[in-house]
């Protein structure tokens, strides 16, 4: 096993364990039965992904040190993001540097060898990272998933010279004479573009689920984007492999890195003439759900450079992009005005998360001891969508930890052990064990919303 995946094992198990025991201390007897064969059974062998649990691949693997023009850009980059910079006691002490236009001045700086990452997730193992760690492996490794090797990564170097990966699937048959669809994952934070193959069912489907509309042309183009290693702003210790959605250049071209990076994978994949030009969905976990809301609302009706455009997204336990970093930064990292859109998108969160279904649950996630960061509650964000966004085609779609879709918050038993397992498990019914899966509706709204 993977020593990132024995270290997310320890650390996700450890943290559920504790909380579940002073939970069920407390807890009615029917609390123990909910929590029993959910978490306590359960947790080991769940901490597959996420901003509170790594997937494999994670940087863990690999402190490398990107180039010597990579740390130097960044170098500059941490400057004009975050001021005067120092180190106390093993944390980063940044002064983060915000407005209402873009949120942070400048993007998130890269993990270097000259300015290292000191505030890592806590499921990494790790002290510091100073660099940007292993390419994925663009193939399964998890046990009980479908066998799949799209190996090696394909790579692109950014204009700050960090070496950015993918993993890529073309379905058969595609042809500038029938072009398919493309479907872009983005993992959550501190995980890999490995985890479409070994968290996700989504690769067993690349090859024949039609996303045409015709029934024609089975099979969808699968991207799935490496982040990057970079300083994080919030107030839970998160440095690490991340999307940055807190500096939100939405213009064309973008001076952020990883719009600008998925811009580049776009356009390259579209000039091969393969791809379905009105067809162009994103997909994201967690950071990644941040990012993609993000990133359609921008490119929805803002072309990328090449000019292509996003039909649609489905973001999986994500909420509001731009609001602020974390409870204390000042001046605030929030967005006034939000940008408006109205680009498709079919919001998907469990009934009890730990980037909360509704204000009533974030409050009592709060109480348990829980910091959640600014704008990590659906349910405002989905009215903020419709009053601030201006966009009237929103869809929601809540799961509970059991894998049923359900109509409503959990506010009987979700407690903080619960939220966090239920956020590292993808609604394919597999990590919940329910056999429910939900990709199919995910894909099904991408296919029934391409641009006209």
């Not at 359960?42 to 010597?68: E, F, I």
């Not at 002064?95 to 990494?124: D, H, M, V, Y």
């Amino acid at each position: 096993m993977p020593r990132a995946r024995l270290g997310v094992l320890f650390f996700v198990s450890t943290v559920a364990a504790s909380l579940v025991g002073a939970a069920c201390s407390s807890e009615s007897p029917s609390a123990q039965d909910v929590l029993g064969d959910t978490v306590a059974a359960d947790v080991a062998g769940d901490a597959a992904h996420g901003d509170l649990a790594a997937p494999d691949g994670g940087p863990a693997r690999d402190g490398a040190p990107v180039n010597d023009a990579a740390a130097a850009s960044d170098a500059t980059v941490a400057s004009d993001a975050t001021g005067e910079a120092t180190s106390e006691g093993g944390t980063d002490a940044f002064s983060w540097q915000c407005g209402p236009a873009r949120g942070l001045a400048a993007p998130l700086p890269a993990c270097t060898a000259s300015a290292p990452c000191t505030r890592p997730g806590k499921e990494l193992g790790v002290t510091r990272i100073d660099g940007q760690g292993a390419a994925p492996l663009c193939k399964t490794s998890a046990a009980g998933r479908g066998v799949f090797d799209d190996s090696p990564p394909r790579t692109r170097v950014d204009s700050r010279g960090i070496t950015r990966h993918v993993c890529l699937f073309e379905p058969p048959g595609a042809s500038a004479a029938a072009p398919r669809a493309l479907v872009i994952f983005l993992h959550g934070g501190n995980g890999s573009a490995d985890n479409a193959y070994d968290n996700t069912s989504l690769r067993a489907k690349a090859a024949s689920f039609d996303l045409s509309g015709t029934g024609q042309r089975p099979g969808f183009f699968l991207l799935s984007i490496h982040g990057r290693n970079v300083h994080y702003p919030t107030h839970n210790p998160r440095d690490g492999r991340h999307h940055d959605f807190y500096y939100r250049d939405l213009a064309s071209p973008s001076s952020n890195p990883d719009v600008e990076n998925v811009d580049a994978w776009i356009d390259q994949l579209v000039a091969s003439g393969k791809v379905d030009r009105k067809r162009i969905y994103l997909t994201g976990w967690s950071n990644g759900g941040f990012f993609s809301q993000m990133y359609a609302i921008a490119r929805h009706n803002t072309a990328t450079p090449g000019g292509s455009r996003v039909a649609a997204a489905v973001p999986f336990t994500a909420a509001d992009p731009f609001n602020n970093t974390s409870p204390t930064q000042t001046p605030s990292c929030k967005l006034a005005p939000y940008p408006q859109s109205t680009v498709p998108l079919l919001v998907v969160s469990r009934s009890c998360d730990i980037v909360a279904c509704d204000a009533q649950q974030a409050a009592a996630l709060t109480k348990q001891g829980a910091v959640l960061e600014p704008g990590h509650v659906v349910g405002p964000w989905i009215a903020d969508l419709a009053s601030q966004v201006k966009n009237p085609n929103v869809e929601r779609l809540i799961v509970s930890g059991k894998g049923a879709a359900v109509q409503s918050c959990d506010h009987l038993f979700c407690i903080e052990a619960l939220a966090l397992l239920n956020h590292v498990r993808w609604p394919d019914g597999v990590a919940d064990k329910s056999g429910t899966d939900h990709e199919p509706r995910m894909l099904g709204f991408m296919r029934d919303h391409p641009l006209p």
